[in-house]
DNA sequence: GTCAATATTTTTGTATACAATAAAGTGATT
DNA sequence: AATCACTTTATTGTATACAAAAATATTGAC
């Protein structure tokens, strides 16, 4: 367990970012934190350049850092991204994927489905990811998976809030059948239409994401 | 022009290592930095920092910062992703762009043309760099735009050696021709198409790109 | 009381000092 | 000669000190 501080930090700041202790164009004040952390300021600012680089603050040279959340137009585009970086994955993948991670993308279908039956969120939560990781790795370019788990990083705090919509789960899991279905029979477009439509936002998804962000906001 | 030393120190460094004068696996050696910077560490850390954010460089704990070329199988992938993402833009865009970007893209074609026949290098990377910069916008999603113009710049070392092969200017203009054309038409899947092919690589560009590669190696 | 000019404080950016860990060197033992 | 323990050196990571710029407070004129 002897992890620098730097790093240590900068995983503490960017869950109280992502858990939305702070808002959007809060400072992050350099002395408040190193004492909030016990450490002195040079470690904090090596973290502050981290979140920085990652997109999730901004830097105003000889002013400071501070966060930026994105509003819901950046949201919106970060989600089209998504659902195209998905599609992608799956066009690809669809010629390359494996038997086994065929099996594995059943497997977790399988779990999400018995997840959903007792409400145990968190295991939905994990065999859902478990689910999109497969396909990214499945894409057989591990730069684009790597892209791919840094979006649906960044955006997990907010798939957190869209999925609470009643019934939603149920037509997820229909989709995520339908997905393997297409992978499965080596259709690369209609495995491409399949992600795209599950991870995008359209209609009711799209109406119900901007509620729930404006009750977030308060 | 009063700017930090640490991004202006970055940005040499990053130069530096896309230019070729650092091999993969390099150590960036801070004091030695500091010394031929004329700063002190503080500075240089802060800059190789960014350096690994943005995948230049690894760093392994205690040990230090190392310089990280994508060798044969990465370049291949990330020009992959690039294709896609370019495809993905094409597509957006297909159904967005404005009459006048459309214009705009034709314009730059010209002047590309132009400069082809002038033998002007700088002139043709120039527009054609505004030529996929222009897609870009016209997807309509200015982070997808975003992600695109990063991935783009990140490559841009490797692009200039591709497109030495001679003939590969022509095709080159011919190709842009076909996605212009598509975009006017609003096809949005011959947009996507046209572009994964242009900024794909397989067969002779990809032959090429190995051979070009183990000569700039050494 | 308001505004501008100046002084004070705060905060960032950089330099330096120090502590902890890794790498290199040294010598004894087999 | 090779290997292991131990010492020395070098390098990273963190703390602190200082300089420069920005933010804030204060003073004085009107």
């Known amino acids: 367990m002897d992890v620098r501080h730097a790093d240590r930090i900068a995983d503490a700041l960017e869950e109280l970012v992502f858990t939305g202790q702070f808002n959007d164009g809060d400072r992050l004040d350099e002395i408040r934190l190193a004492k909030q952390f016990g450490v002195s300021r040079t470690p904090i600012r090596e973290a502050l350049q981290r979140l920085v680089a990652s997109g999730i603050a901004e ?15 950046e949201l919106m585009e970060m989600f089209e991204t998504m659902a195209e970086i998905e599609a992608v994955c799956g066009r690809l993948a669809a010629r390359r994927i494996s038997d086994e991670a065929l099996a594995e993308l059943e497997q977790a279908n399988d779990l999400c489905r018995a997840a959903m039956a007792s409400q145990d969120t968190d295991a939905y939560y ?17 730069y684009l998976a790597g892209q791919a788990l840094r979006l649906h990083r960044r955006l997990k705090p907010f798939r957190r809030l869209q999925l609470r919509l009643r019934g939603r789960l149920a037509q997820s899991m229909g989709e995520h059948e339908e997905i393997v279905a297409a992978l499965r029979s080596g259709d690369d477009s209609r495995a491409a239409t399949a992600l795209r439509d599950h991870v995008g936002i359209q209609g009711e998804k799209f109406r119900h994401l901007m509620t729930e962000l404006r009750t977030a906001a308060q």
């Open 59 to 73: 830097q105003l040279p000889r002013r400071g850092v501070f966060v930026r959340q994105p509003g819901p137009v």
């Open 126 to 142: 994990r065999e859902n990811e478990r689910f999109h990781h497969t396909i990214y790795a499945q894409s057989g370019n591990s």
